[in-house]
């Protein structure tokens, strides 16, 4: 059966070459630069030049080619915000679960849509992970789409793709690259997670994992022996952690770097707190984690718990034989705040 995996290897392979291809995204804090088409540009150009994209060229750029950088980014932020503007407002219509679908677009339609609190509701972290664009141009960005929204809306049950291209075009025509973009985003997302079920299933089927009430695929590999202190979600607990891609990238190793890491059980995120709670000190188990926000998704992880207690103070003034991280707040295995 190991084979399996090396076919779900290979598919999952297959998926992301394209992603290698892709510059990292780097978050800068932009300026602002006056009145440009939708009032709320940044100024992207002089984030380009501070990581030396145009090098020694910079000075024999003419102006002109300059400010149409700048509107080109803004256009197309405002492209991606007004697909997302379009999933927020589907997202809070299927919520309210309204038998009257006119009094559901009515009252979604009636609130305030660029409203953060909103987006960070309705949008999981990975899903915001441009939310400063989104949010600094969904009132222009709104202003411009209200009309063709409130008349178009219908298409959004049955015809999607068209809605988006009837709304957002209206912006400007690079909106359909936006629109293809976020398709094929949508695809990849699909797929992984297919390979991501279809490995749970491998493992719990044939390496004898159990499975949360969430799916997640879990197997204690060294039970603790003389502990039978179970963890409780206002814990803290000390560990050592092994987190790999199914590529057997390592993205972190504190039995390697002889690290122990101190961890608020509750900060854990939903899927992983699960596993946690049905663990005792000293065992130790393996899960698969699928972390929405990596690039690289689907996580192997092995974790030793050492300790536990209700006191991390207490914690902190015993003596251990190696290092602890005692404040990751990026911790793979956290919750990802909303930005």
């Known amino acids: 059966m190991p084979r399996v995996r090396e076919a779900l290897l290979i598919l999952y392979s297959a998926l992301l070459p394209p992603l290698a291809l892709i510059p990292p995204v780097l978050k800068t804090n932009c300026l602002h630069v006056g009145n440009d088409f939708l009032h709320a540009g940044k100024d992207y150009l002089r984030d380009l030049l501070k990581m030396g994209v145009f090098e020694q060229n ?3 750029i003419r102006k002109e080619v300059f400010e149409n950088i700048n509107r080109t980014h803004e256009t197309y932020s405002s492209c991606k915000t007004c697909i997302k503007l379009i999933q927020l407002i589907g997202k809070i219509i299927k919520k309210k679960r309204e038998p009257y ?39 222009a960005t709104l202003k411009l ?11 959004f049950y049955n015809k999607e793709e068209l809605f988006y291209r009837t709304v957002c075009l209206h912006i400007n025509p690079i909106c359909k690259t936006a629109i293809e973009e976020e ?3 949508l ?14 299933d491998y493992l719990t089927g044939e390496e004898h994992y159990s499975q949360t009430s969430q799916g997640v695929p879990y197997k204690k590999i060294e039970p603790a022996e003389s502990s039978n202190l179970t963890l ?14 199914m590529h057997q990238k390592i993205l972190a190793d504190d039995f390697a770097a002889r690290k122990l890491r101190l961890l608020r059980v509750s900060e854990l995120a939903d899927d992983v707190l699960e596993v946690f709670l049905r663990m005792k000190q000293q065992d130790v188990f393996k899960f698969l984690f699928y972390c929405k926000s990596c690039e690289d998704p689907i ?10 207690s209700d006191d991390g103070d207490a ?14 707040r990026h911790f793979l295995l956290y919750k990802q705040p909303a930005t």
């Not at 929204?149 to 219908?154: F, N, S, T, V």
């Not at 695809?187 to 749970?200: A, F, G, P």
């Not at 996580?299 to 536990?308: G, N, Q, S």
């Open 299 to 308: 996580l192997e992880v092995k974790i030793k718990i050492h300790r536990v």
């Open 187 to 200: 695809s990849r997302d699909s797929k992984v997670k297919l390979i991501y079920q279809l490995y749970c």
């Open 58 to 60: 910079g000075k024999k």
């Open 232 to 245: 409780k979600r206002g814990d803290y607990a000390v560990v050592q952690s092994e987190i790999r891609t």
């Open 101 to 139: 679908v006119d009094i559901a677009i009515e009252d979604t339609l009636e609130k305030n849509l660029c409203d953060s609190n909103l987006w960070h509701e309705h949008f999981n972290y990975d899903e915001l992970l441009y939310s400063e664009h989104v949010l600094e141009y969904c009132k």
């Open 183 to 185: 398709r094929s985003s």
């Open 145 to 155: 789409t209200r009309d063709s929204i409130e008349q178009h809306i219908y298409q």
């Open 315 to 328: 914690i902190l003034k015993e003596s251990y034989p190696d290092d602890m991280i005692t404040n990751d």
